[in-house]
């Protein structure tokens, strides 16, 4: 997992809960907290902080995930070169499209060790998609997060529903419903 989600992740903990909390999530987590964004980082760790962070808030881990989704999306958007397609999407589903057929692909070029999730798309109308997320790191409420964070950016409205289709959390169909 690349660097700048576990850079962001430790920024939103200290800015919404203080660095106390974060001194002790990372305690807990025997984490020393150093990460650069453009690293590589085992996705594990970033689950160990979350699952920390849940402990000392009360906070479950899913909507914890789910917030942090929502923040990253504008940085993720802000770290696109200019001359990106995606960054001349037009609505929220225009640009899950582009996540999937050219950042992921992207991405994959550039760091051929990456492990980008995989959308794939069953249905599309004007109003509704059906996706599904794969990934083995089990992270479909950041996902849920990242939408919302989109919908936010093309002031859309969205309704969610999460169905798992696997017992591990690693394939979840979402069906979106854009109101």
Do not use: W
Not at 104 to 131: C, G, Q, R, W
Request: net charge negative; proline share 3%.
């Amino acid at each position: 997992m690349k660097g700048i989600i576990f850079t962001q992740f430790l920024e939103l903990v200290e800015d919404k809960f203080g660095l106390e909390v974060l001194d002790t999530v990372l305690d807990m987590s025997e984490d020393e907290g150093i990460y650069t964004s453009v690293g590589s980082y085992d996705h594990k760790d970033l689950v160990k902080l979350i699952i920390n962070l849940s402990k000392v808030t009360n906070i479950e881990p899913t909507e914890l995930q789910r917030v942090f989704g929502q923040v990253i999306f504008l940085t993720l958007l802000g770290s696109l070169p200019d001359t990106a397609s995606i960054g001349h999407s037009t609505s929220t589903f225009q640009f899950i499209r582009h996540v999937q057929d050219v950042i992921h692909i992207e991405v994959k070029k550039l760091y051929p060790d990456a492990n980008p999730p995989i959308f794939e798309f069953i249905s599309e109308t004007k109003t509704n998609m059906v996706m599904d997320y794969k990934s083995a790191r089990c992270m479909s409420h950041v996902c849920l997060g990242l939408l919302e964070g989109c919908a936010e950016h093309f002031n859309e409205q969205l309704n969610v529903d999460m169905q798992p289709q696997t017992e591990d959390g690693s394939s979840v169909r979402f069906n979106i419903t854009i109101n």
